[in-house]
């Protein structure tokens, strides 16, 4: 099972969007509603922000948001906060029971 | 604060064997999955294994790196999940950490994450 594709980075200004994108196959994103998203800044342990796709966890503020179409799920962050810099990871459920997560993205405020 | 603790982790020369421990602090994960996820230094998550609960028949599941050397097991009476580690590789250094279902019920919900136990496997 290989990875999911991520850009390796992407950044914005305080205040602006920024978009992540997390390319699977129809093995995994493209079949099931089971992306979820992690926000891990350095040197701490993966924070959820998303399941299901575009489901917020309760505390997590409606600045980011997700969506799928096809293969590809998003992630966007809106009113970018210096706070918001972060590694970002998707994962997906597979056709074989497991779990795959993307390559991750590094957020630059 | 609701949160998992990992153990167990150490040195451990190739060909060798390991177990971790992880256990919730301030909550019960009987009725939960039960994941495991690595992260090697400066690189990405790699999901490793999951155990369903006993509704669920402990089903597992292994990603296809560890299948056949890692075994993933649960005590629910205990209340402590379990990563049995055999013929170890240098590959399979990285920070181990458990996880369950943040949201119950909801897929892909990992959470809440512990620190995780370092796993080192050189000579």
């Known amino acids: 099972q290989s990875a999911l594709t991520q850009p390796p980075s992407v950044s914005g200004s305080p205040g602006q969007s920024v978009t992540i994108s997390c390319t699977g196959t129809s093995n995994d994103v493209g079949s099931y509603n089971r992306v979820s998203w992690f926000q891990q800044p350095p040197g701490t342990a993966p924070k959820l922000i998303i399941y299901?796709?575009?489901n917020r966890p309760s505390g997590v503020p409606d600045r980011f948001s997700g969506s799928k179409s096809g293969n590809t799920a998003s992630l966007t962050i809106s009113g970018l906060q210096a706070e918001d810099e972060a590694d970002y990871y998707c994962s997906s459920y597979t056709s074989s029971s497991t779990y795959v997560f993307g390559t991750g993205t590094e957020v630059t405020v | 604060e609701v949160q998992l603790v990992e153990s167990g982790g150490g040195l451990v020369q190739p060909g060798g064997s390991l177990k971790l421990s992880c256990a919730p602090s301030?909550?019960?994960?009987?009725?939960?999955?039960v994941n495991w996820v690595r992260q090697a230094s400066g690189k990405g998550l790699e999901w490793v294994a999951r155990?369903?609960?006993?509704?669920?028949?402990?089903?597992?599941f292994y990603a296809a790196s560890v299948k056949g050397r890692f075994t993933i097991s649960r005590d629910d009476s205990k209340t402590t999940a379990y990563l049995q580690m055999s013929s170890l590789k240098t590959e399979d250094t990285a920070i181990y950490y458990c996880?369950?279902?943040?949201?119950?019920?909801?897929?892909?919900?990992?959470?809440?994450w512990g620190q995780g136990t370092l796993v080192t496997v050189s000579s």
């Open positions: 155990i369903r609960s006993k509704a669920k028949n402990y089903a597992t």
């Open positions: 996880t369950t279902d943040l949201v119950p019920g909801a897929w892909g919900s990992f959470g809440p």
């Open positions: 301030g909550f019960s994960f009987s009725g939960s999955t």
């Open positions: 299901e796709v575009s």
